[in-house]
């Protein structure tokens, strides 16, 4: 089981960047897909999820309107745009799946840095 975050980088306030994750070894169609981060110092937030289904999407209120999540079945891959980005943006972010069976998956993480 593999999942693969990559996108993350340096940016200044107000940017943009679009991570991508991608899944292998486990049924990435049939997963619920999120995000997640970790700034220094601080707990691991949740970010956002994408259904495996119906593809409902949920976000945090310290990102909603700015972040969108999306998936590629076809890919295993889901992605976050993120814009308007702010210095408190900056976290490793990481994706997590949720099996149909309950298993739950993480990856290494990315790092962003929000920072003129």
């Known amino acids: 089981v593999q999942l693969v975050e990559s996108g993350g980088g340096l940016v200044q306030p107000g940017g943009s960047l679009r991570l991508s994750c991608a899944a292998s070894?486990?049924?990435?169609?049939?997963?619920?897909m999120t995000w997640y981060r970790q700034a220094p110092g601080k707990e691991r937030e949740w970010i956002s999820t994408i259904s495996s289904i119906s593809g409902i999407m949920k976000y945090a209120d310290s990102v909603k309107g700015r972040f969108s999540i999306s998936r590629e079945n076809v890919k295993s891959t889901v992605y976050l745009q993120m814009n308007s980005l702010k210095p408190d943006d900056t976290a490793v972010y990481y994706c997590?799946?949720?099996?149909?069976?309950?298993?739950?998956?993480w990856g290494q993480g990315t790092q962003v840095i929000v920072s003129s």
């Open positions: 997590k799946a949720i099996t149909a069976r309950g298993t739950n998956y």
């Open positions: 070894g486990f049924p990435f169609s049939s997963s619920v």
